[in-house]
């Protein structure tokens, strides 16, 4: 037990932090808590903090349309989280979505659960900045009850405004547009 008491207070020496004197720590304690702090958030991260705030939102489906509001806040600084309400198919329709950026896959992600379906969707994306528009595909759970394969686009038109379709793939792979969002940024 003693030798590795020993070599462990050897590994912390070899290491540069010493136990005897107190202005050597003191020396030490700025690096180590730069350290801690962790990764800090990129530009993909800071490009979807200015998605939050309250949204007005006009959604198109089956030829119809319906409105609904969308609130974005920041979770974290890494992530946000989208709360949706509104009224589909003469029904009240709530949703919840987590979105971020993961450095390692250099991809966007979208979680998603709404009151509508029991299964969540998970896409995953990258962004265009010169069109200044969001791609991601991923899988959500058909009428018919099975997976299938999904698009979703976001076109960030301005600062308060922005465009969101979903389309679905047939079995032929073929992409239908199921629905679209126009989004407004409610004015303080």
């Known amino acids: 037990m003693k030798t590795l008491v020993v070599s462990f207070l050897t590994l912390l020496s070899g290491l540069g932090i010493g136990f005897t004197a107190q202005d050597k720590a003191q020396d030490k ?14 530009p993909e ?8 705030g309250e949204w007005d939102a006009v959604v198109h489906m089956g030829g119809g349309q319906t409105k609904a509001t969308m609130t974005t806040r920041p979770f974290g600084q890494f992530c946000t989280v989208d709360d ?12 919840h979505g987590v979105n971020g950026y993961d450095p390692v896959k250099k991809m966007y992600f979208s979680f998603w659960t ?11 994306g990258t962004f265009d900045d010169k069109t200044k528009t969001m791609t991601m595909t991923g ?7 099975k997976p299938g394969k999904a ?3 976001m076109k960030f038109t301005d600062a308060d405004h922005m465009v969101f379709t979903m389309s679905a793939h047939g079995p032929d792979g ?4 199921m629905l679209k969002i126009e989004y ?4 303080k």
């Open 29 to 42: 304690k700025p690096a180590a808590q730069d350290a801690m702090q962790g990764p800090q958030p990129g």
């Open 45 to 52: 991260h800071k490009m979807l903090q200015t998605g939050c």
């Open 84 to 95: 949706f309400k509104g009224e589909m198919m003469g029904q009240t329709f709530i949703g």
């Open 114 to 124: 709404d009151s509508f379906t029991p299964s969540p969707s998970m896409f995953w």
């Open 139 to 145: 899988e959500m759970v058909g009428e018919d009850g």
């Open 151 to 153: 698009t979703n686009t």
């Open 174 to 177: 073929k992409a239908a547009e």
């Open 184 to 187: 407004a940024r409610k004015k």
